[in-house]
């Protein structure tokens, strides 16, 4: 029998975010409220829905053309989809109630709520769906919703900017996302994703066609998970409030990216050539990001790199054709990074919103409890046992080091960095003397703000272990091959939390100057450029085009035409009688001359 519980989890926070828009913008805590509310509702349904193992919704038809597309609004309930369902319900609900304290002044309280409750009904739309039409319906209204919540202070010029380059950064991604959903659609004649499986050697019969249909699927995931070259709008996204910046980079939006190839798996690891790139760019990634994290000075930005570099190890290893590793460290990544970001919004609103690290210090004494949270984020992101970290990222590396040696090299390197930038972070602002007077004075966040850390805490601590985390999903195996990961990996980590301690300790500002890593190796400095370039050569082309061909050939030609052909007519109206005479003397000789040798 059908269940409705997944229609409730997912059109929960679509009726609260219509309720607000329309009816409670002015009532700036019954929004906060029944967004908190409606999310709670939708936790709850998908707890129901994860409890029970056979469960079933009713489909609605939505397209249907016979013979050529059939598009129903259905869902997928599978222990994937219900995993991830449980996963952003419950983050996304500790993050609302965070965002009571966060925001309990803002003057846009209300839609802040009503953006917050869109954007959890869009990503959830993406956990449940059954095909490519609907899944990237879902995919672009999360787009919408992240803008809107990216640029929530639009009287800002950084925010409203940083809200644009990510639409605009996305939708690059999301047209080779479209282009490969066709192309898809084209060869196995259906878009829902049990359709696709028996139809699957229409595809990769041909295996260039199915490499380029699989990289095509990958750009999708390039731009949402923020995937080097399209991973330039993530740091920038950290101009919207907290816990935003918690929602986008833990179990939601950049998920979003390394859950859809786990989705389409069945696709995606029929192809080894196209698997080989996606392991290479996530490996390039999550080094470059772990590169400049090291040099950032803002504590948002530092941990946004480091989301990036995370991420760069879950596309690492569904490159390396593990589904199981990328799915288990975003499982863990989700705690610990949503622990971290909250863990930096509670110090940034202790210190009246500042976020320069070199502007804290101190704060292990004044904000002890925020410290001792971070701290946990910390250890479990730099895989410290017994923190959920150590277990994901230890499966990522094993697995790299069964299948390739030189991503297992650069992995490690990344752990070592990963370290070393984190450690760097937690003395600069925790350690030593406070360096503003704001820093001596600062006092611990609300406690609706102090909860959630303290929750996300013991999840960043249980979460790897295989009692919690094997109850949903597939914790990968330990290798008999890889005997030798744990250990270096524990070595990687102890040599970067000892270099940045010994290098960052009773430091009142940066030691290790490295330009290109602070100016985030000029990729920016570079589209900018690319885009100047590219903007006026086709403004000189669009010029040539509107003046020689359009004024010159198109308006003036016709125009010319007009003139001269009414000039000819001008002639034969000269107002003199004799002149018509002759005219229609002429037309008659014509006329006879017609009649007799026609």
């Known amino acids: 029998m059908a269940s409705a519980l997944p229609w409730y989890a997912l059109f929960t926070p679509l009726l609260a975010s219509a309720i607000i828009v329309l009816f409670t913008q002015r009532a700036r805590a019954l929004s906060a409220l029944i967004s908190v509310l409606a999310v709670i509702v939708s936790f709850a349904c998908a707890c129901f829905v994860f409890a029970r193992a056979e469960i079933k919704a009713a489909q609605i038809p939505w397209i249907d053309f016979p013979g050529m597309l059939r598009v129903p609004i259905g869902f997928t309930l599978d222990q994937l989809s219900k995993t991830m369902l449980v996963l952003v319900t419950g983050v996304g609900g500790l993050i609302h109630i965070y965002s009571l304290g966060y925001m309990r002044d803002d003057a846009g309280k209300s839609r802040y709520f009503a953006a917050l409750s869109f954007f959890m009904f869009s990503m959830l739309g993406i956990v449940l769906a059954n095909n490519f039409v609907m899944l990237f319906v879902f995919w672009e209204l999360v787009g919408l919703s992240s803008y809107l919540l990216i640029g929530h202070w639009f009287e800002r010029d950084t925010a409203a900017d940083a809200a644009k380059k990510a639409f605009i950064t996305n939708r690059i991604g999301d047209f080779g996302f479209m282009l490969g959903i066709l192309m898809v659609w084209g060869a196995t004649g259906s878009v829902l994703f049990d359709d696709i499986v028996p139809q699957l050697w229409r595809v990769t019969s041909n295996p260039t066609f199915l490499t380029i249909t699989v990289l095509l699927i990958f750009c999708g995931a390039v731009g949402k998970s923020a995937q080097f070259p399209l991973h330039v709008w993530l740091p920038d996204a950290m101009e919207g409030p907290t816990p935003i910046s918690a929602l986008i980079h833990a179990a939601t939006m950049v998920a979003a990216g390394v859950y859809m190839l786990v989705r389409v798996g069945f696709l995606v690891q029929a192809s080894p050539d196209a698997l080989r790139v996606i392991a290479w760019i996530g ?188 109850r949903f999903l597939i914790v990968p195996h330990k290798r008999e091959t890889a005997v030798l990961v744990p250990a270096l990996a524990l070595a990687a980590m102890l040599a970067g939390l000892t270099a940045a301690t010994c290098l960052y300790r009773a430091r009142t500002a940066e030691r290790l100057w490295i330009e290109p890593l602070r100016r985030k190796l000029y990729i920016d400095e570079f589209y900018d450029w690319f885009i100047n370039v590219t903007q006026e050569v086709l403004a000189r082309v669009a010029a040539f085009i509107d003046r020689w061909i359009i004024d010159v050939g198109v308006v003036r030609g016709a125009s010319g035409t007009t003139w001269g052909f009414g000039a000819l007519l001008r002639l034969m109206q000269v107002g003199n009688l004799q002149a018509y005479a002759f005219i229609f003397g002429l037309g008659i000789i014509w006329v006879i001359y017609f009649a007799i040798f026609r």
């Open 283 to 470: 490996t390039i990634t999550a080094v470059m990001a772990a590169l400049i994290a090291t040099q950032q000075d803002d504590i948002k930005r530092i941990l946004a790199y480091s989301t990036l570099s995370q991420l760069g190890y879950m596309i690492m290893a569904i490159g390396l054709a593990s589904s199981e590793a990328a799915m288990f460290h975003l499982f863990t990544h989700a705690f610990f990074k949503a622990l971290l970001f909250l863990g930096a919004g509670a110090v940034i609103v202790a210190l009246h919103h500042e976020q320069n690290i070199w502007r804290m210090g101190g704060q292990g004494r004044n904000l002890f409890l925020t410290f001792v949270a971070f701290g946990a984020g910390t250890l479990a992101l730099i895989g410290c046992p017994p923190f959920s970290g150590f277990f994901s990222k230890d499966a990522i590396l094993a697995l790299a080091y069964d299948r390739s040696g030189a991503i297992f090299i650069v992995a490690l390197f990344t752990a070592f960095l990963t370290a070393f930038y984190m450690t760097r972070l937690l003395v600069v602002v925790f350690f030593g003397k406070p360096r503003t007077p704001v820093a001596q004075t600062s006092s611990e966040a609300p406690t609706t703000m102090l909860v959630p850390l303290f929750v996300l805490a013991l999840l960043a601590l249980i979460g790897g272990f295989n009692f919690f985390a094997g």
